[in-house]
């Protein structure tokens, strides 16, 4: 009896810690399986697992890094093989037209295909800045196409008129087609106007953006039949992707020389849009037709004289400064 009332005594009083009584075993309450630790202690595990990801991730990259292929010194000799393992080719113009002939021969494709040039500019500019993209209209000394492009000319004087419209002008008119342009009911490739409407034509400016007449861009003058000449046969091209041009240049059926001579005259007029305060502006030059693949040209003899003698001072500046190091190596 004694015994049994001492242990109903032992399970009442065991889980109050503030009394003691002899005879009795006291233990600490266990904190309940709920209670869940600080927050501060799920952040800084978080934070430190995002560090480690994060210095994970660049030493992977930097493996990638030292695992890069390097090219080969040597030329292929086979006719198949892996291209990274080997530099890309480069040829001269005259070769590359007629590896691009050979091409559509080889694969009896058609012979009137057009053939394409990708330039690849370098728009960086000191202190961070870059070359705005642009747009140009360039007359080619050889045509490849029949095409033309609508041109509408502004002229108040019916005799201006009359010479626009035999010199094959799309419409011709004056103020009065400002209202018919602002809703969109007429819509052409360029406009050009003599210089007694220029002024009229403000209201346009908003609504035809770069295809708004200006003297800069040679689209008001006195001289109708050659500014309709110009816009109506030009090639328009324009900067791509920040640093890209992509334009058609010739048919792969006409001459090797007439091609090049297109090619040179496109490059000369995109070397006009490069600030005296940039070096060498076009980095890379590929030529193509519709079926075939690009070809790199070299640069030699593309370029006009102004850009390669910068390109020239740049390499005895860069020669100058090597120089003195060589010399201190060898003594």
Request: net charge positive; hydrophobic share 40%; aromatic share 8%.
């Amino acid at each position: 009896m004694a015994a049994s009332a001492g242990l109903l005594l032992r399970r009442v009083l065991a889980p109050c810690r503030r009394w003691a009584l002899p005879g009795l075993q006291q233990h600490p309450a266990a904190p309940p399986l709920s209670a869940a630790p600080p927050a501060r202690l799920y952040a800084a595990a978080a934070k430190n697992a995002k560090r480690g990801s994060q210095k994970a991730k660049q030493e992977e990259l930097q493996k990638k890094k030292g695992r890069g292929r390097r090219p080969l010194l040597s030329k292929p000799v086979d006719d198949v093989y892996l291209t990274w393992y080997y530099e890309r080719p480069s040829y001269n113009v005259e070769e590359a037209v007629g590896m691009l002939k050979k091409f559509r021969e080889l694969d009896f494709t058609y012979p009137k295909q057009f053939v394409y040039i990708n330039v690849t500019l370098d728009m960086e500019l000191p202190k961070k800045k870059k070359v705005d993209q642009f747009s140009s209209i360039v007359l080619l000394p050889y045509r490849f196409t029949d095409e033309t492009n609508k041109v509408l000319v502004f002229t108040e004087n019916e005799q201006e008129a009359e010479i626009a419209r035999e010199n094959g002008a799309a419409a011709v008119g004056g103020v009065e087609l400002i209202k018919w342009i602002l809703e969109d009911e007429i819509q052409m490739d360029f406009y050009v106007a003599v210089h007694a409407i220029a002024p009229k034509l403000i209201p346009l400016r908003g609504k035809l953006k770069r295809k708004y007449p200006s003297t800069r861009r040679n689209s008001v003058g006195h001289d109708i039949p050659k500014m309709l000449q110009f816009f109506r046969e030009g090639l328009e091209y324009m900067v791509q992707d920040e640093c890209l041009i992509k334009t058609r240049i010739a048919r792969l059926d006409m001459p090797t020389e007439q091609i090049i001579a297109n090619v040179k005259t496109i490059i000369e007029d995109i070397c006009k849009f490069k600030p005296s305060s940039a070096g060498p502006f076009v980095k890379k030059l590929v030529i193509r037709s519709s079926t075939s693949e690009g070809l790199l040209l070299n640069l030699d003899g593309l370029l006009p004289e102004a850009e390669k003698a910068e390109e020239k001072e740049e390499e005895t500046v860069e020669g100058d400064e090597e120089k003195p190091v060589q010399e201190s190596v060898s003594t």
